[in-house]
C-alpha cells in the first residue's frame, strides 16, 4: 500500500511502493502564475544478497523536496546576482565573417597576401602620425642588437595597424561623402573602432619609449621621458634636452666635488 508523507512546506506528496526508482521532474504553477520546478528524489530501493538471490528491501527511505517558492525581486536583490547566468554576447557575426575571422585569428594570413593588403591602403596624406615613430639617433646609437629587435617588432605592429586604420578611414570617408544616405549606427561603430584601435597604436608607441628609457641615467630619463611621440619616438628636441641633462648632471658633480668638510675645531681661550 502507498504511504504518505508530508513535507515541510505542508504539502502532501506521495510515496511510490518499493521498486520504483528516480522519479521525474514536474512543473507546477505557483498561486502568482509564475512557473517553479517540483524536484523530486527517491532512493534506490536496497537490495541484499542471500544464497545467490537478490532480495529488495520494501522499507527503503524516500525523500521528496518541493521547491515551490517564489522569491521576490528584493529577495532577489540581497542574495545578489547569480553567477551561474552567463550574460549572452552582445551580438552575433554573420556566420560567413566569424568562420574568416576565426581561420585567421588561429593560422594568421600568408605574406603574399598581407604585403598586397598593406600596399592597397596607404597611409593618408594628411594623417602621417599613422607611420610608425623612428628611433631617435641619439637613442639607436646605444642600443643593443635585441633592443633594435624588439622595438622593430613592435614597429612591424603598428605597420598592420596603419594599414587596417586607413581601411577603416576609407570607409569612413565613403559614408561621409554621401550625406542623404548617412545612418547613425553603422558610422557611429566605425567611428568607434577607430578610436580604439589609434589608442593601441599610441599604446604601442607608449611601450617602444617605456623599453628604451632604462637605459639613459635618471636625469637625462627625466628630461625626455614627457616629450610625446610624433614622426620620431622622442620628438626632434631629445638631443637638446640629453645635452641640457647631462650639463645639469656635470655641474651638480662638480658642486659635489668642490665641498670639503671641514671638521669643528673649538677655538682655545687664552688666560686672562
Given amino acids: 500500500r502507498d504511504r504518505d508523507s508530508r513535507s515541510p512546506g505542508g504539502s502532501i506528496s506521495r510515496t511510490p511502493p518499493a521498486g520504483h526508482y528516480l522519479s521525474g521532474v514536474a512543473a507546477s504553477r505557483s498561486s502568482t502564475g509564475q512557473t517553479a520546478r517540483e524536484l523530486a528524489v527517491e532512493s534506490v530501493p536496497v537490495a541484499s544478497q542471500s544464497g545467490g538471490a537478490v532480495r529488495e528491501n520494501s522499507a527503503s527511505p524516500v525523500l521528496r523536496i518541493d ?38 585569428l588561429r593560422n594568421g594570413i600568408g ?30 646609437a646605444i642600443m643593443s642588437p635585441p633592443n ?79 616629450i610625446p611621440p610624433g614622426d620620431l619616438l622622442f620628438a626632434a628636441e631629445i638631443g637638446e634636452k640629453i645635452r641640457e641633462a647631462k650639463s645639469l648632471e656635470k655641474v651638480g658633480r662638480d658642486i659635489r666635488q668642490t665641498q670639503r668638510f671641514h671638521p669643528y675645531a673649538p677655538q682655545k681661550r687664552g688666560r686672562g
Fill in 111 to 140: 605574406p603574399e597576401e598581407l604585403t598586397a593588403l598593406i600596399k592597397k591602403y596607404q597611409v593618408p596624406q594628411n594623417c602621417a602620425m599613422l607611420h610608425p615613430p623612428r628611433v631617435n639617433p641619439e637613442i639607436k
Fill in 148 to 226: 633594435v629587435t624588439r622595438d622593430n617588432s613592435h614597429a612591424n605592429y603598428q605597420s598592420l595597424l596603419a594599414g587596417g586604420l586607413s581601411a577603416l578611414g576609407q570607409a569612413l570617408g565613403s559614408l561621409l561623402g554621401q550625406p542623404d544616405q548617412i545612418t547613425k549606427g553603422p558610422l557611429s561603430e566605425l567611428a568607434d573602432a577607430g578610436k580604439i584601435l589609434t589608442t593601441l597604436f599610441n599604446n604601442i608607441s607608449n611601450t617602444r619609449r617605456q623599453l628604451v628609457l632604462p637605459l639613459f641615467s635618471k636625469p637625462v630619463k627625466e628630461a625626455i621621458e614627457n
Fill in 67 to 104: 521547491n515551490d517558492v517564489v522569491l521576490t525581486t528584493d529577495a532577489l536583490d540581497i542574495l545578489g546576482d547569480d553567477p551561474s547566468q552567463v550574460e549572452s554576447p552582445g551580438f552575433t557575426l554573420k556566420d560567413a565573417i566569424a568562420s574568416r575571422w576565426t581561420y585567421i
